[in-house]
């Protein structure tokens, strides 16, 4: 019900800058709410990086706080996360997640399919 094109993954080295983007659209009923950025790495449970509310209102993870910056744009359904300074423990795979409004209500929760971010020298 919700189709996202996800962009920007790749590999980076430690100190550097990548830039994610996620375009969510629907052809259902309702429209796309709040998005955001989560991460899992093999073996462990999928955290939360950035999670931008449908008013606005911005959730940063303390490990991306500072480092890493949220944009969304309403028009199109894009979300922008640029990352600096990554570290190592960056490293994972980053998945584009999206609420479906309905009736001004958040009535289901979608994923993107992932994009992997590798930090190495």
């Known amino acids: 019900q919700v189709q996202f094109v996800e962009s920007g993954g790749g590999l980076v080295q430690p100190g550097g800058s990548l830039t994610l983007s996620c375009t969510a659209s629907?052809?259902?009923?309702?429209?796309?709410?709040?998005m955001g950025w989560y991460r899992q790495v093999p073996g462990s449970q999928r955290e939360l990086v950035v999670f931008?509310?449908?008013?606005?209102?911005?959730n940063y993870a303390d490990s991306a706080r500072g480092r890493f910056t949220a944009s969304i744009d309403k028009s199109n359904g894009r979300l922008t996360l640029q990352m600096s300074a990554l570290r190592p423990e960056d490293t994972a795979v980053y998945y584009c997640?999206?609420?479906?409004?309905?009736?001004?209500?958040?009535?289901?929760?979608?994923w993107g399919q992932g994009t992997q971010v590798t930090v190495a020298s």
């Open positions: 997640n999206a609420n479906l409004i309905r009736l001004g209500r958040p009535v289901q929760n979608f």
């Open positions: 629907t052809s259902s009923r309702g429209r796309i709410g709040g």
């Open positions: 931008i509310a449908d008013g606005g209102a911005r």
